[in-house]
Nanobody
């Protein structure tokens, strides 16, 4: 059974930082070095789900994508041996408050449509990030 699990959310004050983690396990992930793309989305109450970042299997040469709304404040990374991706978020603002989801695309690279939910086959349950003013 496929499992995608996020962690690291919480309550922080404006200007604070959080590091989210996403691990993938179960078939078809077990036994494979992490050769798929992983993305972060967020959804605030009453708003549409928004793509935050996507990180490809190979991170060099454009293998990491960011939404314009966060690109100066977040850094995506991954540990392929652990099948885990990370999202470091700094200088958090109240408008960053949302449920953050991790998604997996079995293709190894972030496509031009990386910020579209339909591009991803597997999703986690989400981790809540709340930024207080």
């Amino acid at each position: 059974q496929v499992q995608v699990v996020e962690s690291g959310g919480g309550l922080v004050k404006t200007g604070g930082s959080l590091r989210l983690s996403c691990s993938a396990s179960g078939s078809p992930f077990d036994g494979y070095v992490m050769t798929f793309a992983m993305a972060w989305f967020r959804q605030a109450p009453g708003k549409e789900r928004e793509g935050v970042s996507c990180i490809s299997h190979v991170t060099q040469g454009g293998g990491v994508q960011y939404a314009d709304s966060v690109k100066d404040r977040v850094t995506a990374s991954r540990d392929n041996a652990k099948n885990t991706a990370y999202l470091q978020m700094n200088s958090l603002k109240p408008e960053d408050t949302a449920m953050y989801y991790c998604a997996v695309d079995l293709d190894g690279y972030c496509s031009d449509s990386w910020s579209q939910s339909e591009a991803y086959a597997y999703w986690g349950q989400g981790t809540q990030v709340t930024v207080s003013s």
